[in-house]
């Protein structure tokens, strides 16, 4: 079992910073995929970027080039560096992490930005 702890959210203005980390405890030498989720009011969850255990990452088109997904193993962190933030990106923001036939999800934390 993986907890994950999610932090760093907040109330922006359009085209400022932010930067979310995800914490995971419990069994995370079983963590292949860590990933960062969305899901913004009416709207379907959707992926944001991810990290894999082997050091690769993937961003969605609509954040490539603004949103930097990293993972430090030493800490068990996982962090998303939000850059240019629009008005659009306002959502829940969730981290997710997968292994061989399981996955866990955090709470979720807010991130506003303001036009």
């Known amino acids: 079992q993986v907890q994950l702890v999610e932090s760093g959210g907040g109330l922006v203005q359009a085209g400022g910073s932010l930067r979310l980390s995800c914490t995971a405890s419990?069994?995370?030498?079983?963590?292949?995929?860590m990933a960062w989720y969305r899901q913004a009011p009416g709207k379907q969850r959707e992926l944001v970027a991810l990290t894999t255990g082997g050091g690769s990452t993937n961003s969605a088109d609509s954040v490539k080039g603004r949103f930097t997904a990293s993972r430090d193993n030493n800490k068990n962190t996982m962090y998303l560096q939000m850059d240019s933030l629009k008005p659009e990106d306002t959502a829940v923001y969730y981290c997710?992490?997968?292994?061989?036939?399981?996955?866990?999800w955090g709470q979720g934390t807010q991130v506003t930005v303001s036009s």
């Open positions: 419990g069994s995370r030498s079983n963590i292949n995929v």
């Open positions: 997710n992490a997968q292994g061989k036939g399981w996955q866990s």
